[in-house]
Structure formats: C-alpha cells, structure tokens
C-alpha cells in the first residue's frame, strides 16, 4: 500500500508542477457542461420517453453517460500510455530493478489519473446538480460502486493493449474500437434500446450497455441495488472474465519481453 | 546424471559461493536474440527465424569488493550481460548468480543486493526534485518513514547534491543527474553495483571527478562490489582490480591489466642503444626472443629507442639483456614499460579473430 500511495504521491506532485494545465483542466469542464445543459432541454421533449425507465430526464442522462465514458477511456488507454512512456523514458526499466512487481509499478502509475478524473466527475456532476440535474446523492456509494465495476470490466482491455505494446509496441485498433463501439452502442447518449435491432447482439456484448443502465437506474431514479442485480451481474461476469484473460496475456507478453530483452526498447 | 544431481550440485555451489568471497557467479551464460527481417524474407518463409548471438557461454565470477570491468566495443554484449545480472533479460542457458542467488528463480532476492545505476538520465522524474525522486524509488525499496527520509538525505549528502536535493531534476547539469542516479541506485545499499558506461555523457573534468568518487566513496567507503561495463580502457584502467574483455559476446580473456599484458602479448620494455640495427638484435628477432615494435628517433648523443615486446616474463627480459651486453650492443637504458590497455584489448580481439578464421 505504501509504494502505491508513494507512486500516486510523485504522480500528484507532477501532474501539480503543472499548474495552469490543471486549472484549465477543471475550468473547461464547466465550460463543457453548459452547452450540455442547453443541447439537453433542447432534445428533452423528444429523448423523454426513449429514457423513461433511466430517470426521464435527458440531461442527467447524458452527463451519467459522458462521466462514464471518461473513466471508460481512462481504464482502456491509460495503462498502454504507461508502458509507452515508461518503455520509453527508462523509468519501466528502472522501476524493475526494485523489489517491487510490476503490477503494484503499474497500479501506482495510472491510479492517479483515475483519482484526477474521479475528482473531475464530482465536478461534473454537482455542476450538473446545481444547473438541476436530479442526483439521488444518497446512492452515491452504490453508484460508485458501479462505476468502479465498470472500469473492472474496461480496464482489462487496457491490460490486453499493454501487452500489445509489450510484443509489437503498438496497440493497433484495439483501443479505438472499443471506445468507439462502446461510444455508439453502449447507451453513453441514447438509450441502447433504440439503435437498430440487427446491433441489439453487438450492444448486448459490451459491458457499458449493462454498467450505465443500472448506474442511471441508481444515480438518478434513486433505485434499490436490488433492482439492478441483473444488470450488475452480468457487469461482474464481464470483469472477472476479461480481468482473468488479460493478466495471463499480459504476463506472456512480459515474459516473452523479458526474454527478447525488448523491456527498455521503443 | 540425473536432474537431481545436477540441482543438487548447482545448490551445492551456490551454498559455498555464500560461504566463500564468490558474489557474482556468471557460468556458461548463453543469450541469443530473434533478428528483425524484412518483409521479403517473412513472406518467403514465415515460420523461419534467425538469431543473433549476444553472450556466447560467458563465465567469471567476481569476488567481495572487487571492482570489476567489462572491456568491450559496442555490440560486445556488456549491456546485454548488465541486464541479465539485473533480471531484466531472462538468460537461454547458463547461470547467474549473485551471492549464491539465481538471477532467474529468486529475482527478487537478487535485486535487494544488487543494483544497476541505468545511466539514461531520463529514468529519473525531472519534474520532480531529487529528494522526491530517491523518496519515490526508497518506497520502492520497502524503505519508509523516518527510515526512508534519513536515508533519502544520507545519499543526497554522499553524492554532494544536498545543496541541490530540493530542485527540479530537470535544471541539474549531466553530472548532477548521474550523481542522482547513483544515489538513487544506492537506495536499498546494495553490496553490488552495475554500472553501465556511467561517465559517457560527462565531460572529461567531470568523469575524472566521478570515477574519483567511485573509488573513494563507493568502493572504499560503501565497500561495494562494483561491475562497470566501459569502452574506455583509461577507465578501466584506472578503477578495475580486474578486467574481462569481452568480444562478440566471448570473454577474450580475463584478469589483472598487468596479467593480461604478460599472458597475451608478455612485457614492453623500452631499450636505449647505440647499436640498433646490431646482428644480435635482429637474430633474437628472427628467432622470436623480442619483438621490436617500434623504433624512436636517434638523439644528438647517436642513441635510440627501440620499443621491444618480450614474451615469456622477466626472466627471458634478463637474458636477453645479457646476450646483448656479451654480444657487443651498447645499451645506456633499459626498462619496463606497460602496454597500453587499449592496444592490449586490440591485440586480444585481433589474435582470438585469427584463431577462428584459423578454425
């Protein structure tokens, strides 16, 4: 827990030597919500019904879905991004020659990102309630709960993309297509209930349909965990199953590395 | 024999490395990479694979508080050898061990004792001040709290950076920068340092500063083990109780500079005569006695130097100086000089390149 908290320390203390990229970081994210706000009542009239049964109110709706998407791309991009640069700079390399393994070292480099975007979110979101979003604060934790579900089921595809970057130092069109289809098909702006019934199957197979369905259902209808069960069911599957898949990869992708000696070479 | 025996025996060394001065055990270390081909060669036979040879069966071993080079052009497979003492290269065949420990099944182990200093000053955080560069690798190390802080200023003050310990990494000088990385290497006070090429990005002031410390600081002081892979042989020189020459992934040969000298090409010793192009001297050339290989100019008294190869050590060197005095060579001076490393490590790599074209 402390090389973690040590490795999210050093991460801060950068990402703060920054400075006005990390005030402009949280100020453009005011920005962003207002013509979301606007765009929102606009489409209200005609988004109504579509999401009757995940809160009835279209703003709440897509900024639910926006927030999740942003830990969506996170969990996919973010530990390729460190192996590239890690790989790059030397600082993979000197990492493993301490005593400590490779995935507490990968663990502690991204988790400040999700720290930062977590604090983004709570931006977000109480921009969002104070422009008149219905938040049912006091579902938060299950609502987080979720969402940490979510980004276990995403982050294995930012494991399958750093053992890419491990074998062929590219990720290829992995990441892109699954935030891509993610994007499209997994409910971040409409419900996934009225895209056309021939990509109902492909929607079924993404963990996003599952996750931000019950995420609204709780976030903004105030719902019981209970009633999303399935939904978080089928989410839990999906993370053990491709957490399972992508640690056995990319621990072949790191021994496979180890034996090229292509740990240090970009 | 049995695979039992053969772990039976390989514990059994390692056991009595730990017990004797033996910290590095490097034996018969083979690492061969895949070579990159191009398309035209991948279509015509997809499934074929070519590898390049970087260590062919290497073995040395290096003792408690050594300081040990690794003499090598570049592509010798110094680096290659750096990284599989460090666990970051998984060897095809042959052992590695440091104090008993093998580098592939306790690696762990083995890097809480020895520790590479990667000379690329980009492995450190230069957005981040030293001290918060060593506090972040001491965590790393499973150093904490006030233990981790005391150290954290112990290094900085070591490596004469306290002054500076609070500044962005990104305003330090090379020199700082490799001071840092040292310390940083030092963290978890290893009894082994690697260090790969270290003063390659210093000016010629501030590796002689370096090396200085070094010698004083880490070896005399820290009482390290210290393997340094360099293609200065001034370097090597100065600092190596011992040097390995290593060729095309082969050790040439290992030993003391002086040894090398003798076992290779013998003594240089400079002759002062006024008879240079004396019989007696060309026929202890013929017959191979000397190898005279070079000649200096004559000076205003008519005496000159001749630079002579003896093979076969002070002994041969006494007689033939007494076959030159009977016979007749005036001689005013004759003394021992010292084959420069840098010529001995041409001449080892030249003569073993012979033996194989020979082959």
Redo the contacts between chains.
């Keep these: 827990m ?2 973690w ?3 999210v ?2 991460s801060w ?2 990402g703060t ?2 400075r006005m990229a990390m005030v402009t970081s949280l100020g453009s994210l005011v920005v962003t919500v207002i013509p979301v706000y606007f765009i929102a009542r606009a489409l209200q009239p005609m988004m109504a019904k579509a999401i009757e049964s995940q809160g009835g109110e279209y703003f709440g709706f897509v900024l639910i879905g926006i927030i999740t998407f942003m830990f969506l791309g996170l969990a996919v991009n973010s530990l390729p991004g460190v192996i590239r640069g890690s790989v790059s ?3 993979l ?8 393994r490779l995935p507490t ?1 990968l663990a502690g480099a991204v988790s400040y990102d999700f720290l930062w975007s977590f604090a983004r979110a709570l931006v977000l979101i109480t921009t969002g309630a104070v422009l008149g979003a219905h938040i049912a604060w006091g579902k938060s934790l299950a609502a987080a709960g979720i969402l940490g579900l979510i980004v276990l089921a995403y982050l294995p595809f930012g494991i399958f993309g750093a053992a890419l970057m491990l074998w062929f130092r590219t990720t290829g069109p992995l990441p892109k297509a699954v935030i891509g289809l993610s994007g499209f098909l997994g409910g971040v702006y409409y419900p996934t209930h009225v895209i056309p019934s021939w990509l109902h199957s492909v929607s079924a197979a993404l963990p996003l349909t599952y996750g931000l369905r019950a995420l609204r259902r709780v976030l903004l209808e105030g719902a019981p965990l209970a009633s999303v069960a399935t939904d978080v069911g089928i989410l839990s599957g999906f993370a053990v199953v491709l957490c399972a898949l992508s640690t056995l990869t990319f621990a072949l992708a790191l ?1 496979d590395a ?4 292509s ?2 070479q970009y | 024999m049995s695979a039992t025996a053969i772990s039976t025996g390989a514990a059994e060394k390692n056991r009595s490395d730990r017990e004797r001065d033996v910290v590095v055990r490097v034996d018969a270390l083979v690492k061969r990479f895949a070579v990159r081909r191009g398309w035209k060669a991948m279509l015509r036979h997809p499934r074929a694979k070519e590898y390049a040879t970087a260590l062919g069966g290497v073995s040395f071993e290096v003792a408690r508080g050594e300081f040990f080079g690794l003499l090598g052009e570049n592509g010798a497979g110094k680096t290659t050898l750096f990284k599989v003492l460090a666990s970051l290269v998984t060897p095809d065949a042959g052992s590695v061990t440091v104090h008993g420990f093998d580098v592939v099944r306790d690696s762990e182990r083995v890097r809480r004792l020895l520790a590479p200093v990667i000379a690329d000053e980009r492995s450190l955080n230069w957005r981040l001040s030293a001290r918060e560069n060593l506090r972040l690798f001491a965590a790393l190390h499973d150093l904490r709290g006030a233990a981790r802080d005391q150290r954290v200023s112990e290094l900085l003050e070591l490596t004469g950076i306290a002054d500076t310990g609070d500044k962005m990494v990104g305003q330090f000088s090379s020199g700082m920068k490799q001071r840092l990385l040292i310390a940083r290497a030092l963290l978890s006070r290893p009894s082994v340092l690697l260090l790969d090429e270290p003063t390659r990005s210093l000016d010629p002031l501030g590796a002689r500063r370096f090396r200085e410390f070094l010698r004083e600081e880490i070896v005399a002081r820290q009482g390290c083990t210290v393997l340094i892979a360099t293609h200065k042989a001034e370097e090597a020189l100065e600092l190596c109780n011992r040097v390995a020459i290593l060729d095309k992934g082969v050790v040439r040969a290992a030993g003391t500079p002086e040894e090398l000298s003798r076992r290779i090409v013998g003594e240089r010793y400079r002759l002062w005569t006024l008879d240079p192009s004396h019989l007696a001297l060309a026929s202890l050339e013929t017959r191979g006695v000397i190898h005279v290989i070079g000649r200096g100019e004559r000076d205003e008294d008519g005496w000159t130097p001749l630079e002579l190869e003896i093979p076969g050590g002070p002994r041969v060197a006494s007689e033939v100086l007494a076959h030159m005095a009977s016979a007749g060579v005036t001689v005013s001076s004759f003394e021992r000089g010292r084959l420069p490393l840098a010529e001995l490590i041409e001449r080892i790599v030249e003569s073993r390149g012979k033996e194989g074209a020979r082959a």
Excluded: I
């Design positions: 402390h090389k908290l040590a490795m320390r050093a203390l950068v030597s920054y700079s030397g600082t390399e000197a990492y493993l020659t301490t005593p400590t070292v021994r180890k034996r090229t000696g740990l240090a």
